[in-house]
Each structure stands twice: as C-alpha cells, then as structure tokens.
C-alpha cells in the first residue's frame, strides 16, 4: 500500500516481486489487493496500458475475474494521462463483462471529460448515469456545476444547483462545492455571488471561505467593474487571515491594468513580493502590457523595465509584453531604450518579433525627433517584405515579417504629429514642405508597388497630416489619388477629414465646393449625406475664412430641411457669426443662443444644450469688439448664473 503511490521504477519492481515471492517462496495465492495496488502503481507511474495489461495475468495466472473496483482503478490509470477514449472504451468494456458502473465509475468519468473539455459529453455520461440510476454524490453535483460555469451552459448549470438545494445535505456540501456554487452565481451577476457569500455562516456555517472563495469574488468584482466592493472583499480575505496567493495578486494587478494604472500595477507588485509572493509569467506580462498605456509615466515604465530585468531570466514574457513595452517606450520618445530591448531580446531570437514589433520601434524613432533613423529600419522593412512575397526567396527567410495597412496607416499618423517648424506656413510649393510630411508622402505611395491597398484609415492620417503641416500641394495630390482609387470607396468621414484637411491649409472655398457636392449627392448617396461633423467643418472654415454669409445660407438650408443640429454646430455657427465685422453678426449669434438653446441643466426637447465654449466665445469677441464695460460686465453675471 506504501509503495503503489512510489514515482520510482523501483517501486514498480518491489510490487513485482512480492506477487512473485507469494508464489514461490510462500506459496500464497495473490489476490485481487496486490494486483490493484500494482494498477494503481501503474496509474501513479502513468503506465495505463501496462496496468490494462494485467488483467488478462490476472486471470491467467492466478484465476482472478476483474472486479468493479478493478475497472474503477484501470479508469483512474488512464484519466492520469487524460485518455478519454481509452476510458470510454474501458468503461464499455465493464458493461461487455456485466460489471455495472457504480458513483466511483462515473465520477472519474465525469472528471475526465470535465479535464478535457468534453463539457456536452458531460451532460451525455450525467444522462447515462440517471438512466443507470446511479445515484449523485457531492462530488458529482461539484464536477457537473464546474463543467456548467466553463461551458457557459446556465441552463444546465440551473438545474444542477437546484439539485444540490434539494438533494445534499447540509453537512455534506464541502467548500468544493461551495467555491462552485459561487463560481456559478458569479456568471449570472455579481450581487448573486455576493449574497451567497454572505449568507454562508446561516446556511453553511462549517464553511470557512478560503483563497480560492476570495479570489473567485475579486475576479467577479473586477470584471463587474466594480473596484469598491473588491477591496472590501480583499479585507474580508485579510480579517480572515488568509495570506492573498500569486491568483490573488494576479487579479488585483489585472484589474489595474484595466484601468490603464501602472503605478498602481507595481506597487501592487511589490506588496506582494514583500509577502514573499513569487510572481508567475501571468503576472509579468500582465505588468508590460499596461506600459501600452497613455497614463503610463516613462519613470513607471524604467521602474517596470528593472522588474522585468530582475525576473526576466525565470520568467517568460511573450511578443505581445514585449511590444507593449516597446509601445511605451515609443510613445515616450524613448529611441535608445526602445533600440536596446530591442537588441536584448529580439535580436538574438529569444522572443520572436513580428510587425507591431518594428512599429513601435520605427515609432520610438520618430517621437524622439530622428526621422532618418526611423526611416533607414523603414527601407529596411520594405527590403524585407519584397524578400517574404517572392516564392524564390520567400524559404530563405528567418522571419515572416510583412508590412500591412495598419502599419502604414499608424506611421503616417505618427509623422502627422506637426513639429514647429512647419505649422504656421501654407504651402503650395513642394520644396517647402515638412520634412514629416515628405516623409509620410514617400511612405505613403510605396503602398500600391508592394501591392498593399491603402484604406479610408490610411488616406484619413495622411490628410490628417497635410492639414497639421498646412500643405496645400502635398494635400492636392492626394485627393487626386483618392479620385482615381479604383479600390476605395470614399465615406463621409474621409469627406470631412478632406475637408479639415482644405479648412487648415486656408481654402474656404474649396471647403464649399466638397460641402456642394455632398449635399447635392445625398438623396442618392446615403453614405455620403453630411453628418454633424460635416456641418462644424463648414461653419468653421466659412467663420476663418471671411465666408460669413455661405454660412447663413448654409444654416438657412439646414434649418429647412430639418438637420439634427448639436451643441458643436451651434458652437461652431456662433463663432462664425462673431467673426464677422462690426457687431451684427455677434447680435444674431446672441440671439440663437437665447431663442434655440437650452440652460444648461434644464435641457429642453429639440434644444441642443448651451456649453461653456459657446458662452466663452461670446465673451471673447464681445471684449474683441470692444463693447461698453457694462455690457461685458452683464455678459460676465449671465455666465456666472449659467454656469453655476
């Protein structure tokens, strides 16, 4: 009995011998005990068919019949090494003998299927085992209620808990059983898990929660984004006593990833290696992912990139971790680290990079103001790709790295961050153009020889781009690419981004023609009918430009034909009245504010609400007009009564 749960190949040996010793030397007849303390050795050692091997010794040698406890240890053998259909075929092999399945059978059948995912299965052999009549036992009702909650399978999952409530006694439910009553509830709603947990000590009360209770609660809490009541329940598993786990952590730290909080990720961290917490792979790249994070701080990420070297050497961290890290980096600016990670992990292959990889790294570059850099892994990149789409020499490379249009959508966005340089200038002359955006042009019209089709997000951040540096010629000649894109079919919000884009570079009145066309071709063209951003562009680019009367003729046609004007619109039309000369235009633009928007507060139906742009604005250009001190005076109450 010692020596069946030995992991040696001498303990097999020992069993071995003393079957033999019985016979030869004390002339004993073994008995079904030695020969299933050798299966079970056998099951230990994960040997199933040598165990299965020896039923036909059994009755060879020594006359013995397997038993039902015989095909209940043989089952166990094979569920160790996760053989369902070894197990299925030993299970009909009993019923072949008129050996009826008895609880034991069926749980370790139960199990197994649970084990390996056979979660219909599950239902099917639970099925078999009513029409047995085989009874259920709390560790029957325990794997069916498991199996509920992994499958998603709430019906089920109902009616077995229903069945606990009715058949187990009280005293037999084990904390198992409990820790799956609460993983169930917990799929239907949070406050159904946290009733349950609360009312233990009156329905269960020699039920203790333990670690795994509170770490199901955490998890549900989080991802019932409901951080308050986790905490609560973290100092419930604290008054406990109960030392929190690396899950425990694990959950916490994943909850702040969510929010994006990697200050609040680490100091987590470090709490939990104060506890002498040894931190897993989960956990590791759970902290480099939220370095993707905008609220991350570089000195956050240097602070996560000692941890990840601290443990890097025992712990895995995936491509994603790494390229999120690079990311943060990245967004930072941060060239020189992004380059040595880079090199520390990619290069030598420890971590395969792929294209997100070279992005960021392409990105760090550019953010760190060194465009050549940024370019010289760029052609290299483009070298590459051309090597992975030619069959000749598509075998001889190492890896499969090919650019796409995210990659070109979100390095043309990057380079359309303006610099200082070229923001003030409207240019119509190539040789004054940003270097960024001559930049993003040459990037730009590589797409179409690697045969990679450029979408609305591509053409969107390179007329992002001509309007941020105010580059006419550059943006000319993409609208002309756009017109004779076979492949694209242009929606409105590539319109407005063209829009935006004429609005910036000074070109009031091509801004009016691309507002003619829409609104001539939406009766046909339904996805293409001006939207609400569509009308902020316009009244934007007519108030900047002089064009104060296209304007009023625009809001005149909007008004007839019932445009489901916003707060933005209204902004945007008030600002263009006030810029008009003289105090006229400010007049009519007071008055739309009085007569069709709403207090702020007080929302009325069919009455965008009144912000506090709109009301600023106002003041702005009243005190630009140089209004009497008074009435600057009663427009400053009227503000402070709106606003208060």
Excluded at 320 to 348: C, E, H, I, P
Excluded at 468 to 474: A, C, F, I, K, L
Excluded at 578 to 583: F, I
Aim: glycine share 4%; aromatic share 8%; proline share 3%.
């Amino acid at each position: 009995m010692l020596t069946r749960h030995g992991k040696r190949s001498q303990d097999l040996d020992f069993i071995h011998k003393v079957i033999k010793d019985m016979k030869s030397k004390l002339q004993l007849t073994p008995t079904h005990f030695e020969y299933h303390a050798l299966l079970y050795a056998f099951g230990i050692q994960r040997l199933p068919d040598k165990a299965y091997s020896l039923l036909d010794q059994m009755k060879r040698d020594d006359n013995l019949k397997p038993t039902l406890h015989t095909y209940n240890t043989l089952l166990g053998c094979y569920k160790r090494t996760n053989n369902i259909n070894r197990a299925e075929e030993i299970l009909a092999e009993m019923k072949a003998h008129k050996i009826k399945p008895d609880i034991v059978t069926y749980n370790t059948m139960l199990h197994l299927l649970l084990r390996t995912q056979e979660y219909n299965r599950v239902i099917e052999m639970y099925n078999s085992m009513q029409a047995e009549k085989v009874r259920p036992d709390i560790y029957t009702y325990s794997t069916l209620l498991d199996a509920a909650v992994k499958s998603g399978n709430q019906h089920f999952g109902s009616k077995i808990y229903e069945q606990i409530s009715k058949v187990c006694r009280t005293r037999d439910v084990d904390l198992n059983m409990v820790n799956n009553m609460i993983r169930f509830k917990a799929n239907n709603s949070l406050n159904e898990a946290l009733d349950l947990y609360y009312d233990l000590p009156s329905i269960y009360p020699h039920i203790r929660p333990d670690k795994v209770t509170f770490n199901i609660l955490l998890d549900t809490c989080f991802k019932s984004n409901n951080p308050a009541r986790a905490y609560m329940i973290f100092n419930d598993m604290e008054k406990a006593k109960l030392k929190p786990d690396v899950v425990t952590y694990g959950t916490l730290i994943d909850a702040e990833a969510k929010l994006g909080n990697l200050r609040g990720s680490l100091q987590l961290f470090q709490s939990m290696c104060d506890l002498s917490i040894e931190p897993n792979d989960r956990i590791l790249n759970s902290l480099a992912n939220i370095a993707s994070s905008k609220s991350a701080s570089f000195s956050d990420v240097k602070q996560l990139l000692d941890v990840i070297k601290q443990y890097q050497h025992k712990l895995k961290l995936d491509t994603k971790a790494y390229n999120a890290l690079m990311y943060g980096l990245a967004q930072k600016g941060q060239s020189n680290q992004a380059q040595n990670l880079y090199d520390t992990v990619f290069r030598d292959m420890s971590c395969k990079p792929d294209i997100a990889t070279f992005t960021h790294l392409m990105l760090a570059y550019i953010n760190d103001d060194k465009l050549d850099d940024a370019l010289e892994i760029y052609y290299t990149l483009r070298e590459h790709h051309k090597k992975c789409t030619q069959d000749e020499t598509r075998s001889k490379v190492k890896i499969l790295v090919q650019l796409d249009t995210t990659f070109y959508s979100t390095i043309i966005a990057a380079l359309s961050r303006n610099d200082v340089h070229h923001t003030m200038i409207s240019s119509e002359d190539p040789e004054e153009s940003s270097p960024r955006l001559i930049a993003a042009m040459k990037i730009f019209n590589d797409m179409r020889p690697l045969q990679i089709q450029p979408t609305v997000h591509t053409y969107t951040a390179m007329l992002h781009a001509c309007g941020q540096y105010r580059d006419r010629y550059v943006l000319d000649q993409v609208h002309k690419l756009i017109k004779v894109d076979l492949y694209l079919d242009p929606d409105i919000a590539i319109y407005n981004a063209i829009m935006d884009a004429y609005n910036r570079t000074g070109d009031g009145e091509k801004v009016l023609d691309i507002w003619q066309t829409l609104s001539m071709s939406a009766s046909q063209q339904s996805h293409l009918a001006p939207d609400q951003t569509t009308v902020s562009i316009v009244f934007d680019s007519c108030g900047h430009n002089g064009l104060i009367q296209h304007a009023q003729s625009i809001w005149t046609f909007l008004k007839r034909t019932q445009f489901r004007l916003n707060t933005n619109n209204y902004s945007s039309y008030i600002e263009c009245l006030c810029r008009a000369r003289g105090r006229q235009g400010w007049d009519t633009a007071f008055d739309i504010v009085k007569q069709e928007m709403s207090i702020p507060g007080k929302p009325q139906a069919g009455k965008p609400v009144l912000d506090e742009k709109t009301v600023n604005t106002l003041i702005s250009f009243a005190k630009k007009k140089s209004f009497e001190h008074s009435e600057i005076e009663g427009l400053e109450q009227w503000r402070k009564k709106l606003l208060a």
